[in-house]
């Protein structure tokens, strides 16, 4: 069975499955909402809207797995209130869509990507359930933090190589990928895409945001383990745990310990490259921060300074 709004509403099972999840989901909202991955989460529950998708696990899942910090492990209650609510509904079978992220496949310290391991394999023991495992690569629209840096300076600034080659992804590309998946199921019980439509370096990224806006972009590699850099953070922008989380996530990619492997999972190919990201969706916010002049300093924008 499939779980989509675009179903006979009769369906008793449907409808408990539907109400149970979707409170919960409402419950989860209250404590994420300050999240920044979360409010990404939360557009792309509005994109699986459009497609008629129901709120269904996988989507749960989403806004559990946003919670990025300190509190990363995910409460037993979760997938408690999940596991009751396919047991109470008399459900047979559930096509569902988790939306994990690249390094799931890895235990260990990985920062950010940590929490997306136990999500998988915690997800994994529900047995009746026909998952589809979405591991996203970065979003595309993270981009959007350095629109002031580079209006104001000509330059981005981060933890990662200037050349290490990283998957990227649109969150409509997921929201588009999540609806086929559901609308055309195959059945298998565990399956697992690599989703992101192409890799770009930093070094890359910075050529092609500079081409789109007509001025050279510098992009400025940060190292993890610059105490000056650790004091600022810690002094003006962030706690110890996002810090740690911070450069746990960026050392995991620069020595290749999470990434897309490509030979042994499927990788769907996605319609939206970032070149066409940068220009319809980044350079009119781009635009905005030029028009709007000097702007809060955040730490994207204080580690590109002059």
Not at 40 to 68: N, P, T
Not at 90 to 110: C, R
Not at 147 to 160: E, H, L, Q
Not at 263 to 282: A, C, Q, S
Request: one cysteine or more; a negative charge; aromatic letters at 10%.
């Amino acid at each position: 069975m499939r779980e989509f709004i675009q179903q006979d509403p009769h369906h008793t099972a449907d409808m408990i499955v539907r109400s149970r999840i979707d409170r919960y989901i409402r419950q989860s909202e209250n404590h994420l909402a300050e999240h920044r991955r979360h409010r990404q989460s939360a557009a792309l529950l509005r994109q699986l809207s459009r497609f008629g998708l129901h709120k269904q696990i996988g989507q749960a899942c989403v806004e559990r797995a946003a919670h990025f910090g300190p509190a990363r492990q995910f409460d037993g209650g979760f997938f408690e209130r999940i596991d009751k609510a396919l047991g109470n509904s008399g459900v047979v079978s559930l096509e569902a869509v988790s939306l994990t992220a690249m390094g799931s496949d890895v235990k260990g310290k990985t920062g950010h990507f940590e929490c997306f391991h136990d999500l998988d394999e915690k997800l994994n023991e529900l047995g009746n359930i026909n998952l589809v495992h979405l591991r996203a690569a970065w979003f595309m629209e993270d981009v959007s933090a350095w629109t002031g840096p580079v209006a104001k300076y000509g330059r981005i600034a981060w933890f990662c190589k200037p050349d290490l080659k990283m998957p990227w992804v649109a969150t409509d590309d997921i929201a588009w990928l999540a609806a086929k998946e559901l609308t055309n199921p195959t059945g298998r019980h565990r399956v697992y895409l690599e989703v992101g439509s192409e890799d770009v370096s930093m070094n890359e990224l910075a050529v092609i945001i500079g081409k789109e806006i007509g001025r050279p972009v510098e992009y400025r590699y940060i190292e993890t383990t610059r105490k000056d850099v650790e004091a600022e953070f810690l002094t003006r922008f962030g706690t110890p745990e996002k810090w740690q989380d911070d450069t746990l996530s960026a050392d995991a990619l620069n020595n290749g310990i999470v990434r897309f492997h490509g030979e042994h999972e499927d990788r769907p190919k996605l319609p939206t490259t970032m070149e066409v990201f940068i220009g319809d969706v980044w350079k009119p916010r781009y635009l905005e921060a030029v028009r709007a002049g000097d702007q809060r300093e955040t730490f994207p924008m204080w580690t590109a300074r002059d």
